[in-house]
């Protein structure tokens, strides 16, 4: 029941970068696992990136793989997703939430807070 404010989405040409942020309101932030996941038009919402609570364990989309970092500054209330060498099919509405369990989980059903979204969208 955390509220999730993301930001930094924005329209980009292929093969640059954006840093995306998700700001978690309360002081249990630090106690659950992130994660952002994504949804492209006509497509069904898709794993992108998970981060444990301490941040010391991460889990990729192998599509996002080498070029997408997750992190999180549990002082600052803060969760990011780097993105780098953007491709065109990596637009979407980026999505951040805070999961149930303290350990990464790819599972969407896992997280039971969501945020607004933000609009990333990559140009040919």
């Known amino acids: 029941q955390v509220h999730l404010v993301e930001s930094g989405g924005g329209l980009v040409q292929a093969g640059g970068s954006l840093r995306l942020s998700c700001a978690a309101s309360g002081r249990t932030f630090s106690s659950y696992a992130m994660g952002w996941f994504r949804q492209a038009p006509g497509k069904e919402r898709e794993f992108v990136a998970t981060i444990s609570w301490s941040g010391g364990s991460t889990v990729y989309a192998d599509s996002v793989k080498g070029r997408f970092t997750i992190s999180r500054d549990n002082a600052k209330n803060t969760l990011y997703l780097q993105m780098n060498s953007l491709k065109p099919e990596d637009t979407a509405v980026y999505y951040c939430?805070?999961?149930?369990?303290?350990?990464?989980?790819?599972?969407?059903?896992?997280?039971?807070?969501w945020g607004q979204g933000t609009q990333v969208t990559v140009s040919s």
């Open positions: 939430a805070a999961a149930s369990r303290p350990g990464t989980t790819i599972a969407g059903t896992d997280y039971g807070s």
